[in-house]
Each structure stands twice: as structure tokens, then as C-alpha cells.
């Protein structure tokens, strides 16, 4: 029986984790993935953060660690408290190769008895990392899996009737949080479509299609 574990705060999941989990399930008989609680890193819950596993990977194990140490880093105390944490409190043992693309993979992998399972550690494949997609979801969007992106963005509409500061009110907003924005669609259909100024039911249906 070959288990594989990997484990991470996945803040967010994206492309580069996934690469992990993907050979790891390609090469093992059973795959866990343990996903850390991290407040001081990523204001998406933990709940959330595992479900985007389950569902992008219905095949895996995941365990979510609510208790798990915060520290990071390869001092020795460090390390010691990440191992006790798998060994003891979480029990997990008869894991025959352990994945990951970080330096912990070498200690965890030994107090595992394990297999150190390494996945594209210079990042050729994948050059992505957490960091960067938390400074800028929408710039780093192409190694987002769609489940993660949607629960990254927030979509901001603004209803009203013509004329009221609508489109002036997006752009500046685009502007203040530095993103992007989409002008009314239904005023460039209606200039070009309107008959007597009106239109049917079913052009407004049009529009709303055409607007997404």
C-alpha cells in the first residue's frame, strides 16, 4: 500500500500545489493533504480552503488541522514541533512517500520514514507562489483553478437608471483598487438596436446574455 501525504496552508490553492497533488495521485494507492490554519496569512477560512481540495480532488483525504503550528522556518525547534504535530497529535503513520517542493520535505520526510517525494522545487513548471497571487489575484488569474479564483474576487455591480453616475462610479472604483472594470453593455445594444427609443422582452434577454 503506497500513501502518499502533502501538506500546506494552500493560501490560496493554485497551480503549483496542484501539480503536487496531481503526481502524487498519479503514483499513489491513497493521497492525504493536510491544510493548516493560518489567520495570520490569509483571511479565507479554513473550511474554505479544504473544500476547494475535496472538490478539485474528490479522490483525496483531507485533513484539516485547526491545531497545527504557525511557526515556518528549518530551525530545529521548528521542525520538531511540524513532526510532533503529524506523529503524535494527528497520529499519522505508515506514510511511505511524503510530497512536497519546500525544504521541509528532508526532515519531514525522515521523521515520516518516508519517501522525500520533491515536485518541480525550482518552480519551472509552475512559477507561481502563494505570495504573489495575495498581492495580486487578478494579475496571477491563469494559475487560479476557476473554484479558487471565484472565492478571491469580489464582483461589485451597480444597478440604476440611465444617466445616474453608473459607468463614472465603476471607473473610479476600477481605478481606487486597481483592477479592472466593464462598461453597460446594454447602452452600446440599445444605441444600436432601439426602435422609438424601446426594446422587446426578448432583446433584453439578448442583453443580458451579451453582458456576460
Not at 515556518?72 to 503529524?86: C, I, R, W
Not at 497529535?89 to 517525494?117: C, D, K, P, T, W
Request: hydrophobic share 35%; net charge positive; proline share 5%.
Amino acid at each position: 500500500m503506497k500513501r502518499g501525504l502533502t501538506l500546506g496552508k494552500y493560501a490560496p490553492l493554485h497551480k503549483g500545489h496542484q501539480l503536487v497533488i496531481e503526481t502524487a495521485l498519479s503514483e499513489m494507492d491513497e493521497v492525504i493533504v493536510i491544510v493548516y490554519d493560518c489567520p495570520e496569512t490569509t483571511t479565507i477560512p479554513l473550511s474554505v480552503r479544504s473544500n476547494w481540495i475535496r472538490k478539485i480532488f474528490p479522490a483525496v483525504k483531507v485533513i484539516e488541522a485547526w491545531d497545527g503550528p504557525t511557526e515556518v522556518g528549518d530551525a530545529p525547534e521548528t521542525k520538531s514541533k511540524h513532526e510532533d504535530y503529524l506523529l503524535r497529535r494527528l497520529n499519522l503513520h505508515g506514510v511511505s512517500h511524503f510530497y512536497s517542493s519546500e525544504f521541509y520535505g528532508g526532515h519531514m520526510s525522515i521523521a515520516l520514514g518516508a519517501v522525500n517525494r520533491i515536485v518541480d522545487k525550482e518552480r519551472r513548471t509552475v512559477p507561481v507562489s502563494g505570495m504573489k497571487i495575495r498581492q495580486n489575484p487578478y494579475a496571477w488569474r491563469d494559475y487560479l483553478h476557476p473554484q479558487v479564483y471565484r472565492d478571491l474576487i469580489t464582483n461589485v455591480v451597480l444597478l440604476g437608471a440611465p444617466s445616474t453616475g453608473k459607468t463614472t462610479l465603476a471607473a473610479e472604483l476600477a481605478t481606487e483598487f486597481k483592477t479592472v472594470w466593464m462598461p453597460e453593455y446594454g447602452r452600446e445594444y440599445w444605441e444600436k438596436h432601439q426602435v422609438n427609443r424601446r426594446l422587446s422582452l426578448q432583446q433584453l434577454v439578448e442583453i443580458a446574455k451579451g453582458h456576460l
